[in-house]
């Protein structure tokens, strides 16, 4: 550290993004990439564009927010596209939190909420998740508080019923309430619908893991028009070229083929079903998952060396270490072939530690 940065920041606990390792091959399960290729038309229009990169991008995105008003049957003043769902969600901190506008969201969830509200010097509490993992909404009827909520969440993947959500929306009607929708695509009931009823309720979306795109960085707010324009504010005071003319390319042309990503997260469902099943029987307790990843763990092995025994032969997850978790793996569906060698590794450490 310098001893030119801000003091308010010396302290500050940036997130850890999950590891891409460049030593070699992985079959990579820990980020929740989609295992399929980009679409044709996607790889074709941003190949082209990347011939105009001396140009700026257009900052308002018009034909992105065109094509995606569309897809998530919004008008277009309700959507606003944006560097990766990541950035909506700092945005939203920045924009609605402050010392006065606390948040509150669960103790096990995306470890990125934390670290906005750390950030930006924003109070927050976290609601502990029941013993079930599931997420008791009645805590948060009426809280009085900025709410962040991931549904499904993550990293257990549990989601919760939209009647719940609506609850939890109608009852703070003075606070905002976002719903991450990172993996909506995976099970799931969008709240996109409500954001005609209510004025507080802002949607965040990404194409990172339904749609192929994580490494273009795409994603998108949804909400009441007048949310989206006091986020599209900070946009411009902070990057108003945020999403870069391929990337623009690529997510006009994946909402265009949007059949194919649609297809693919069917896939992703049925092979999430077979590993569930396969690791149960080898004795794991496995969330039910409505997301691209599961959230598994056997008394068998802690959490810690299951992991270090997989990225040993070559088979990368995601570990936490926070206490709540730390027996729990989350393991990205990817596909049939990945996941069989997942299955054999695993039942392969487990039975060498018997012996
Ligand atoms: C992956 C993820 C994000 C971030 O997605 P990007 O669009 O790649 O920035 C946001 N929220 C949750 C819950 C996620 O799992």
Known sequence: MSRFINKKFSTLEAYTPGEQPRDMQYIKLNTNESPFAPSPLVLKRAGEEAGRLNLYSDPTCQFLREKAAELFGVGYDNVLPVNGSDEILDFAFLTFGGEDAPFVFPDITYG?????????????????????????????????????????????????????????????????????????????????????????????????KSHSLAGARLGFGIGDEELIADLNKIKYSTNPYNIN???????????????????????????????????????????????????????????????????????????????????????????????????????????????
Do not use: W
Request: charged share 25%.
């Open 112 to 208: 990125f909420y934390p670290v906005y509200a750390q950030l930006y010097g924003i109070p927050y509490e976290e609601i502990p998740l029941k013993d079930d993992f599931t997420i008791d909404y009645r805590e948060y009827c009426g809280i009085g508080k900025n709410i962040v909520i991931a549904n499904p969440n993550a990293p257990t993947g549990i989601v919760m019923p939209l009647s719940e959500i609506e609850e939890i929306i109608k009852t703070n009607p003075d606070n905002i309430v976002i719903i991450d929708e990172a993996y909506i695509n995976f099970g799931g009931e969008t709240a996109i619908p409500l954001i005609k009823k209510y004025k507080n309720l802002l949607i965040t979306r990404t194409f990172s």
């Open 245 to 355: 003319r391929m990337t623009a390319e690529a997510g006009e042309a994946a909402i265009i083929e949007n059949d194919y990503y649609m297809e693919n997260c069917r896939k992703i469902i049925e092979i999430r079903g077979y590993v569930t099943e396969k690791l149960r029987d080898l004795g794991f307790t496995v969330l039910d998952s409505s997301a691209n990843f599961i959230f598994a763990g056997t008394d068998k092995m802690d959490g810690e060396s299951l992991y270090l025994s997989l990225k040993e032969r070559g088979i990368l997850v995601r570990h936490f270490s926070k206490e709540r978790i730390k027996d729990f793996l989350r393991i990205t569906i990817g596909s049939r072939e990945q996941m069989d060698a997942l299955i054999s590794a695993v039942s392969d450490i487990l039975n060498n530690q018997e012996d």
